[in-house]
């Protein structure tokens, strides 16, 4: 069985307005009718392939959860906001060392399910053998906003990991794309939990412990564990990237054509909503005339646009925001997001 670990996060800031830190984007129904958390629980779901779920997520989030997931999921409370690898390590110690965990976001969009499986089955033959496995989503464009990953020798089902790229600039981005060799690393892992703690505690020995010790003093009530807080504030915050993926010597990947997205800003929720011949799309009462590539949203009043291209339009309670589809990787920089 394949142990789900889904982490949950998020400032509510990269798709403000209608993302607030207080109802963040996992919890929002922005792709279809069910939220992204419950669509990532979906896709773990068959209990021919998958174990009850985990979720590791901090306090402010726990009453979403609860609401949005069923009676088999185990929630695990972080103490305190430390990144990826302390998170995925929680999960780790609590379960068994031979468990093959499947660590996916919380946040992101999957539109093809049957790709994401066979992914999973591939990436859990590797890990299994203890490899730690990445998830390698197939690029469509020269997207910056990525990191990327560089295959490397070819073997079961995947490829040892060459290199981790940083997000690069468009020239580059480019050349990756032309060179066929790059994936998007999609922060998508498969770890047996022992072979994962064990690299943990060479890469990263004062986190490995600490989180060890935060989980021996757990306390537990019903389906949430509280790990302690003390040992875990020490931690220095940090990706699993960063900790495990780009130091280990078993870093491996497997290609995953899955229609994914990150929907990491109102640009990339505008490409994988459904939209008509001209590319545009609207929620709530909107009006477009002679429009291209045009996202509007409302929650209330109509919102008309005439002969724009590439521009998002958001309109929240008493909050309006509007973007060029380009900018849109600054919303998380207005004050309204940042002063929430």
């Known amino acids: 069985m394949i142990q789900p ?53 901090g306090e402010a989030h726990v009453h979403h959860i609860l609401a949005q997931s069923g009676d088999d999921t185990t929630l695990i409370v972080e103490p305190a906001a ?28 999957i539109a093809d399910d049957a790709a994401f499986i066979a992914a999973a089955q591939s990436a859990v033959r590797l890990a299994r053998q203890d490899w730690m496995v990445a998830f ?12 990327y990953i560089l295959r490397g020798e070819a073997i079961d089902g995947g490829h040892r990991i060459a290199r981790f790229v940083e997000k690069p600039d468009r020239t580059r981005a480019e ?33 490995a412990e600490a989180v060890q010790r935060s989980v021996v003093d757990a306390s537990r009530e019903g389906p949430i564990l509280r790990p302690a807080a003390s040992p875990f504030a020490d931690i220095v915050a940090e990706s699993v990237d960063y900790a495990v993926m780009e130091n280990t010597d078993n870093a491996a990947v497997v290609p995953a054509d899955m229609g994914w997205s990150d929907i990491g800003s109102w640009k990339a929720l505008r490409d994988v909503r ?16 002679d429009c291209c590539n045009v996202m509007v949203e409302t929650d209330g009043p109509r919102v008309s646009v005439i002969g724009l291209q590439d521009v998002i339009v958001v309109v929240d309670g008493d909050e309006v925001m509007v973007t060029t589809a380009a900018g ?13």
């Not at 390698?136 to 990191?147: A, H, K, L, R, V």
């Not at 047996?192 to 004062?206: D, H, I, K, V, W």
């Not at 459904?274 to 005339?289: K, M, R």
């Not at 849109?328 to 929430?340: F, M």
């Open 328 to 340: 849109s990787q600054k919303v998380g920089t207005l004050k309204g997001a940042v002063n929430q």
């Open 82 to 109: 430390k990144n990826t690898a302390p998170a995925i390590a929680l999960a780790a110690a609590h379960l068994p060392p031979d468990t093959v965990m499947l660590v996916c976001p919380s946040d992101h969009h």
């Open 175 to 207: 050349e990756f794309l032309a060179d066929g060799g790059y994936s998007w690393n999609g922060g998508i892992f498969a770890f047996r939990a022992g072979a994962f703690l064990s690299e943990l505690a060479t890469y990263r020995p004062e986190m």
């Open 5 to 57: 670990v889904i982490l949950c996060g998020g400032s509510g800031t990269r798709l403000w307005p209608r993302s607030r830190k207080d109802h963040p984007k996992p919890f929002l129904p922005l792709v279809g009718e069910r939220t992204l958390f419950e669509a990532t629980l979906d896709r773990c779901a068959d209990p021919q392939h998958f174990a009850s779920p985990i979720v590791v997520a």
């Open 274 to 289: 459904p939209h008509d011949a001209n590319g545009n799309a609207v929620i709530g009462a909107g009006e477009l005339i």
């Open 136 to 147: 390698g989503i197939t690029p469509d464009s020269p997207e910056t906003g990525y990191g």
